[in-house]
């Protein structure tokens, strides 16, 4: 054999390892908008809290109530959305949406991510509020990090940085919203625009 | 002379490289990921395994999901070892002569 062919054995070898163990279709779009989102949530939170509970927030009054849903949006919408762009975008490239792979990636996701929600939403109820930032920041940190063996290796270093946020979040509580707003804000924007230019572009 | 010993037969061809790639970095994959994955006829990739599992470089389990059969293919460690090596001589081969 001629050493062409081996290139391009070797280059085969490369790929099957890719399409096989990895889910590459994750949209960077989703990840802006996401961003967006949490932004546009975290500022009608703050807004409700700033009106209605001259700041600071009663904890079973009906604004601490808004604020849940508002954070139950923000949550639903990213993940919709997250669903929408990335069946488009697979389709668009004739990859299969929901194969071995992408099932992988979202239950290797979702494992540390209910556990996370549930441990929150049990310590909320034994009025313990003061962590609830630093937990969301971390267990999704570590959701991520889970996530990105079975996705493409940059969801690794979000997953990263949001534990890290989350850990500062944890020293600091009383800068939770604004390390929030950065963990789930602004670094998702960032994230995003980074794929987007590095995959979704040149596709 | 040492490079082409480590070049394995065993592995020199399409269909029997991309079994072993997709394996090397799945815990296991079944005879329809295989067959999807490579593009590969039943036959084909049946003759393949076989000669693969011959050579004890791949395990098969067959079960049942439901009343399904169903076959899972993984690697052995000898089939790491061997693979990693005939990798690295194709390298070395295709980096001596460029």
Same mark, same amino acid.
């Given at each position: 054999?001629?050493?062409?062919?081996?290139?391009? #054995?070797?280059?085969?070898?490369?790929?099957? &390892?890719?399409?096989?163990?990895?889910?590459?279709? *994750? @949209?960077? %779009?989703? +990840? !802006?908008?996401?961003?967006?989102?949490?932004?546009?949530?975290?500022?009608?939170?703050?807004?409700?809290?700033?009106?209605?509970?001259?700041?600071?927030?009663?904890? #079973?009054?009906?604004?601490?109530?808004?604020? &849940?849903?508002?954070?139950?949006?923000?949550?639903? *919408? @990213?993940? %919709?959305? +997250? !669903?929408?762009?990335?069946?488009?975008?697979?389709?668009?490239?004739?990859?299969?949406?929901?194969?071995?792979?992408?099932?992988?990636?979202?239950?290797?996701?979702?494992?540390?991510?209910?556990?996370?929600?549930?441990?929150?939403?049990?310590?909320?109820?034994?009025?313990?509020?003061?962590?609830?930032?630093?937990?969301?920041?971390?267990?999704?940190?570590?959701?991520?990090?889970?996530?990105?063996?079975?996705?493409?290796?940059?969801?690794?270093?979000?997953?990263?940085?949001?534990?890290?946020?989350?850990?500062?979040?944890?020293?600091?509580?009383?800068?939770?919203?604004?390390?929030?707003?950065?963990?789930?804000?602004?670094?998702?924007?960032?994230?995003?625009?980074?794929?987007?230019?590095?995959?979704?572009?040149?596709? | 002379?040492?490079?082409?010993?480590?070049?394995?037969?065993?592995?020199?061809?399409?269909?029997?490289?991309?079994?072993?790639?997709?394996?090397?970095?799945?815990?296991?994959?079944?005879?329809?990921?295989?067959?999807?994955?490579?593009?590969?006829?039943?036959?084909?990739?049946?003759?393949?395994?076989?000669?693969?599992?011959?050579?004890?470089?791949?395990?098969?389990?067959?079960?049942?999901?439901?009343?399904?059969?169903?076959?899972?293919?993984?690697?052995?460690?000898?089939?790491?070892?061997?693979?990693?090596?005939?990798?690295?001589?194709?390298?070395?081969?295709?980096?001596?002569?460029?």
């Amino acid at each position: 054999m001629e050493s062409k062919d081996y290139l391009k #054995d070797i280059s085969e070898i490369k790929d099957l &390892m890719n399409k096989s163990s990895r889910f590459i279709s *994750l @949209s960077g %779009l989703s +990840g !802006i908008l996401a961003g967006i989102y949490a932004l546009i949530g975290a500022a009608i939170a703050y807004w409700l809290v700033m009106e209605y509970s001259q700041g600071t927030l009663i904890l #079973d009054g009906k604004i601490y109530r808004l604020v &849940m849903l508002d954070l139950f949006l923000v949550a639903a *919408l @990213s993940i %919709l959305t +997250g !669903i929408f762009l990335t069946t488009k975008k697979a389709k668009k490239h004739g990859a299969k949406i929901w194969d071995a792979t992408s099932k992988r990636l979202v239950v290797n996701f979702l494992i540390p991510l209910v556990v996370g929600g549930l441990y929150i939403l049990i310590i909320l109820n034994q009025q313990k509020y003061g962590q609830t930032a630093a937990l969301m920041l971390m267990f999704y940190g570590l959701a991520l990090v889970n996530a990105s063996k079975y996705s493409i290796g940059d969801i690794r270093y979000l997953g990263y940085i949001q534990i890290i946020i989350g850990l500062i979040c944890a020293w600091f509580p009383g800068y939770g919203f604004w390390l929030w707003i950065l963990g789930f804000g602004i670094m998702h924007i960032v994230y995003g625009t980074w794929m987007h230019f590095k995959y979704d572009r040149n596709q | 002379m040492s490079i082409i010993n480590n070049i394995n037969k065993a592995f020199d061809h399409r269909i029997r490289l991309g079994i072993m790639s997709v394996l090397m970095v799945n815990e296991y994959a079944d005879f329809n990921m295989l067959k999807e994955l490579l593009g590969a006829t039943d036959g084909n990739l049946a003759s393949h395994t076989k000669a693969l599992e011959k050579a004890a470089y791949i395990k098969v389990e067959k079960q049942f999901i439901g009343r399904k059969p169903n076959t899972r293919y993984s690697t052995t460690k000898l089939g790491r070892a061997e693979f990693k090596k005939h990798i690295d001589a194709l390298e070395k081969l295709i980096n001596k002569q460029q």
